[in-house]
């Protein structure tokens, strides 16, 4: 029997809300017309009957008074299409396979070319393939958010209120170092003899060089600036590439014999600490990692969505109980110029209607999170809110967790600090390729771990809102960092902490073509909650 029929009849046993025994789901599909049987047998189906049975199935489709289904009208038909997210649904030939898992970060087999070993709901399962029912506890789930700052926006973009919220950046940052170096403000460095060793705590305030290639970076605290000279044929000298204007680091050293300069001996980030031990979850459970969905797109991936989908409908899936969605769910109006050229929905609220279609396409026993990107009808500025009230209620299948840009979210005991990306931007054009490159995101999220702030440098391609609190500031080192914006897949580890960008559901468009990127396309990593493992799927 093809797979499509059975799938269909389990879709459409879903979507009214009820589980199905697999005998049954095998009767329905092998009706004249299916869809219309399905509807009958739901129809005669006892008002506190969840599961449809194949006693039911069998008498109510062999009743001789009932009239025989008929075809569906066209308004049924419309409800099967709006149901599968406007797309078809993925025959077997186009489910996900097996893993091909090396190094904890590799793609799967060609879909193309693989069979799936199951195709599952709540309840019952087609025939002919391997039998599964998804059971998913979800009293076992446990999920809480932190650092958002939806509904707590005060700033009004006053100038008073950008001294303040970089105010708390350096006090915040600062507390993480003063325990590591013997820090003196600035004015109390001027009165200190020439000579003396010493240490400041600083905001990075301007960087140049001399005439003799050294170099000397100016710190700014709440006192004043002072500068700090690194020359050149220090070893460690290198770490000049890696600075940002306005990140807040530590330097040691000796003054001056004036006590004008303070002479580097070193320099300190303040960093994730080499001891830090993740947590992870009690139980195994595992969560999917995406983002950059971009629906609305001419480019959006909708059939590897769907194959997405089906694949989370199915036993090797059994364990993803979570989705967190990093950004981007639509590809949004206005964004950069001539954009409407580009877009298959030119609506921006029937962009979110279209993704809420898809998003029903997920088994409905799923936790999702969602998080704001550039691309989202959210302020640019960051830390980004997340979306209003006449979005969530558009956006409201599976009654998702939807949170600002960044926000910590706490999964079974695993805190995973979700950001959409935009600076990555920034580090790539500032650091060096070897720190920060977009065919190896994971390196730039790295450098933002160290600085332990998701957006360290203000101006260039960053948008700051100016908030009480610097909501960019790391304060608690994550177990997991989850990014998404540059469309390219990076797993990596930094001082054991876990390094997932997650790459995109759209195909290369115009701009990325002029800049040879060549994007990630339907990648899903999948994150072990009780080990931190990822395994990545690919669904093109």
Known sequence: MPLEEPVRVVRRLTSRGYNAEREA???????????????????????????????????????????????????????????????AVASASDSAADTASSGGADSIANPESAVPDAVETKGGVADGIEAFERRVDETLHDLAIGNDVTGQSTGT???????????????????????????RPTNALESMPGGSDAAIVGMVDDIRSTKSGHWIVDLEDTNGTFPALIMKDREWSSVVDELLMDEVIAVEGSLSNDGGI??????????????????????????????????????????????????LHTEEAEHVEYLLVGGDMVEGVGVYPNQDEELDIVDIYEQYEQFAEYLKEIPGDMEVVMIPGNHDAVRLAEPQPGFDEELRDIMSAHDAHITGNPSTVNVEGVDILMYHGVSIDEMVAELPDDKASYDRPHDAMAQLLKKRHVAPQYGGHMRIAPEEKDYLVIDDVPDVFHTGHVHKLGVGEYHNVRLINSGCWQAQTEFQKSVNIQPDVATAPILDLDTLDVTVRTFR
Request: proline share 6%; glycine share 4%.
């Open 25 to 87: 789901v095998t009767l329905l599909a092998d009706a004249p017309d299916s869809d219309a049987a399905v509807d009958t047998v739901v129809d005669a189906a006892p008002d506190d009957v969840l599961t449809i049975t194949t006693t039911l199935v069998h008498d109510t489709l062999d009743d001789p008074d009932r009239t025989a289904p008929g075809q569906p009208d066209a308004d049924e038909a419309d409800i099967d299409e709006a149901d599968a997210g406007g797309a």
């Open 157 to 183: 973009g006053e100038y008073d209120e950008f001294v303040t919220v970089f105010r708390d950046r350096y006090e915040r940052l600062s507390k993480k170092l003063r325990g590591r170096v013997n820090h």
């Open 262 to 311: 303070l002479f580097a001996d070193s320099v300190h980030f303040p960093d994730v600490p080499r001891t830090y031990r993740p947590s992870t979850a009690d139980r195994h459970v595992q969560a999917a990692l995406i983002s950059d969905v971009h629906v609305g797109s001419q480019e959006f991936e909708a059939e590897a969505w769907s194959v997405f989908a089906d694949w």
